[in-house]
């Protein structure tokens, strides 16, 4: 496609509830990245993406956020038993090649998850 | 670990006016740096980026950042601000294994 495609755009949780968030990156692009943004802060970094290989998953905040990325294409974001201190926006950025970028990588719109 | 501050939180300028948004990072080597915008609702949109030679870059819709070692910084500038500028800048730095650190954003408001 033209861009990251990330869905649902929006998601409301209840508490305890599992959710799987989804990203479809540009087609071709080799690595893929996840990062959290609370409210009113920067995104922060939470895995990352070499074709199917998860070469960085120390942003993971705990063992209930699960990342994958099976055939170097889509990835699904995870996260078990919901808690409040969940809620953010969920970016999925891509890019064409393996090391620095001269291109900076592409985002999607995110996925705006609330759990209530 | 890189951390990237932007000692602003919200800014407001008047329409037609210039602008200039401060980011200072510590890395100890040259870094990657990048600024990107946020409109609400909407992901980051790269404004430009610095990796290495000349300081002064140019980015899209005008926008410009100059990088000096000696302060750490890395400011964003536009001459002239529009209306449609209104939005959350984030300045970035990129560290070791590809990721992104991101500073705490800037709102900017725009006055008519």
């Known amino acids: 496609g033209a861009g990251v495609s990330q869905s649902p755009r929006y998601k409301v949780a209840k508490r305890g509830q599992d959710v799987a968030l989804r990203c479809d990156p540009i087609s071709g692009h080799v690595s893929l990245f996840w990062y959290q943004q609370a409210l009113g802060q920067g995104p922060e970094f939470l895995t990352y993406f070499q074709n199917e290989a998860q070469l960085d998953k120390s942003g993971l905040p705990s063992d209930r956020f699960f990342a994958e990325r099976p055939e170097g294409s889509v990835s699904t974001l995870k996260i078990q038993r919901t808690q409040q201190e969940d809620s953010a926006v969920y970016l999925c950025?891509?890019?064409?090649?393996?090391?620095?970028?001269?291109?900076?990588?592409?985002f999607g719109s995110g996925t705006r998850l609330t759990v209530v | 670990a890189q951390s990237v501050t932007q000692p602003d939180i919200h800014i407001t300028v008047s329409e037609g006016a210039s602008l200039e948004l401060r980011c200072n990072y510590s890395?100890?080597?040259?870094?990657?740096l990048f600024w990107y915008v946020q409109s609400p609702g909407q992901g980051l949109q790269l404004l430009l980026k610095?990796?290495?030679?000349?300081?002064l870059v140019q980015g899209i819709k005008g926008f410009e950042a100059e990088f000096k070692r000696s302060q750490s910084s890395f400011n964003l500038r536009k001459p002239s601000v529009h209306w449609s500028d209104a939005a959350e800048y984030f300045c970035?730095?990129?560290?070791?294994?590809?990721?992104?650190?991101f500073g705490a954003g800037t709102i900017l408001r725009v006055k008519s």
């Open positions: 610095y990796f290495s030679g000349d300081t």
């Open positions: 970035a730095c990129m560290e070791y294994g590809n990721k992104l650190v």
């Open positions: 890395y100890g080597a040259t870094p990657y």
């Open positions: 950025a891509s890019s064409y090649v393996r090391g620095p970028s001269n291109y900076g990588y592409t």
